[in-house]
């Protein structure tokens, strides 16, 4: 997907991520509750995740060049990772403000207005996440999927505040404000905790994911015969780009324009059958190949 495509839905998410910030804001200093400032908070982190993300986006879809002859792709962990931390410092916040008013109780006011407008916040969070993680999984790009699950657990939290107001308000019981927030907090926590590790796996170049492999597999299969074989599948996963290395076997005899013809076929059926995939061959024979295990994916 062009660089242009992607910015627009990161757009999205940063107009969204103003809006509901407004809106949140505006919730708390009707209603002063604890609760509520914390969801405006993670709605601002939702912002500079998004800003950071941009420009991920940007750098990861730069074509290679001489430092990078593999891409750019890479890039789109960094700004999970960012994300991530953020997220973690948004739960320490909302944490220690939570404290304070659980030691120091407050009153909330104008709980119903407040609860009003946090819905359309949540509301707003809802519809962009629901267009965001559409568009991250189309494009399996884990900056936009990051940035949908962000907003989901931004409309969980959302919810979980007025839930928690309503709550407030009917029994007066004040010190329950507070405490929502600091559920927030660990809920945050554990949002953080998951888009670090999936970010940092990403890293450590993790297989394409299994139905691929089958996929490919299988096209392997279709050309394999007593003439030609296969061995050492390996894949990588880079953000949007996925990577596959083969070596393939064949007779000592055959012209090089057949072995080539051979493989040039093999390659487009599997870019054909798996998504924005690089496949990245070489040509053994079969008389002097090593012996291996035939697919060998590790």
Known sequence: MKSKSLSYFVWVSIAAAIITISLKT????????????????????????????????KISQKPPDEDHTYGHFKAEYFSSIIEGILIFLAAITIGYTAILRLIHPQPIEQAFLGILISFLAAGVNLVVGIKLLKAGK?????????????????VWTSGGVILGVIIVA?????????????????????????????????FMDTAIDKK??????????????????FHSLRTRQAATKKFMS?????????????????????????????????VLTRL???????????FDIS
């Open 170 to 202: 009917i029994t007066q019981i004040n010190i329950l404000d507070p405490i929502v927030a600091l559920l927030v907090a660990a809920n945050i926590i554990y949002t953080g905790y998951v888009l670090i590790k999936r970010s940092s796996l990403g």
């Open 138 to 154: 189309e494009h399996n790009s884990i900056v936009l999927e990051a940035d949908a699950h962000h907003l989901f657990t931004d």
């Open 246 to 278: 083969v070596h393939v076997l064949v007779p000592e005899k055959w012209s090089m324009q057949k072995s080539h013809q051979l493989v040039k076929d093999m390659e487009k059926d599997i870019e054909q059958s798996v998504f924005n995939i690089t």
């Open 26 to 57: 505006a919730a708390f200093f009707l209603t002063g509750s604890v609760g509520l400032l914390s969801d405006a908070l993670e709605s601002v982190i939702n912002l500079v995740a998004a800003v950071v993300a941009l420009f991920a986006i």
């Open 212 to 229: 691929d492999v089958a996929n490919i597999k299988q096209i392997l299969e279709k050309y394999s015969n007593k003439n030609i074989k």
């Open 284 to 294: 053994e024979t079969i008389e002097n190949s090593e012996i291996h295990d035939e």
